[in-house]
């Protein structure tokens, strides 16, 4: 399937449930111009065929207490099955949120939340230890500012996405009860669970749910409730971008974050600490299309890209953005 097989329909239901799965079919509904039974039609076909592989509410990490430290790992020639057990290692991890594989000058990509470097470096000496004769060579990146941009690609006409950003130590860690992580826990692996399900699960009211989820919304705990959308099934290829800049200024740079927010298939732009000054993730259904972003890229803003390194995200194994409590919590089976 690619993505001129789905109609216009098709297109503005992954765009809303993109930054909005927990729409009700009534909601989609009104917005998309269908019945609420082939609102849900729909969603299940797209379930189906692999294009929705499932939904997951991105949380603001700092918020509580956790940093988002990446780990880009380089392989000697390793075995696809080797590499499966590897994979299957880091999702065992109760610390490892997202795991990916790639293609390019790094083989995988996983993210640890951890609450200090301290944490962080025992995090990664235990893979180390396990792997560590099969790792060529690898660096960690704690990412400080993230903005997660809905695909605007997706749509056959232009319409203005909605952005969420994610940012480091800006505020203090947030009280939580037990509740509020259980049910930060069920939403983070299943965005569209219904409030009488997490009731249930929980031993409480659907009220109780609904309100706690609103309230960890206002506080900016639950940015967004997310679709997994997987590109690879549209025939789309997910790039990732390192930028390394020089004779930069605030107001270069804001113009560059500029430029990249309004291109409507770049989906992640983020600043971090280590290994690039900038990098975004792109979404492009040819090479050609990619490299021409790039050219255009570097000449709008020759003066402060220095260089720039590109990886294919190949397949994501793996989001979770509440892992240490939500795996203690509700254990899941990989």
Known sequence: MELRDLDNKDRLLLFELDMGCRQTYSQLSRKIGLSKQSIEYRIRSLLDKGVIKGFYAPLDVSKLGYMCCRVFVQFYGVSPPKQLEIVNYLLSMKEVGWVISADGSWDLIFIVWAQNVQELSEIVDKVSYKYGSLIKKKTVSIAT???????????????EGKTFVMESGVTPPVDL????????????????????????????????VGYRLKRLEKKGIILCYRAEINYNALKYTH?????????????????????????????????????ADLEFECIAQTSSEFYSLIRDLRAKFFDIIQDHSTVMLTETHQINYLPVESKALFPVKI
């Open 177 to 208: 009860d037990e509740l509020d992580y259980k049910i930060l826990s069920l939403v983070a692996l299943d965005a569209r669970m219904p409030l009488i399900t997490m009731a249930n699960k929980l031993k409480t009211s659907y009220k109780v």
């Open 239 to 275: 790039y990732k971008v390192f930028l390394t800049l020089h004779n930069n200024s605030k107001e270069r740079e804001e113009e560059l974050l500029e430029f990249l927010r309004n291109r409507p298939n770049i989906i992640y732009v983020t600043k971090a600490l280590n290994i």
């Open 145 to 159: 500012k993230m903005h997660h941009l809905q695909a605007k690609f997706l749509l056959l006409e232009p319409q």
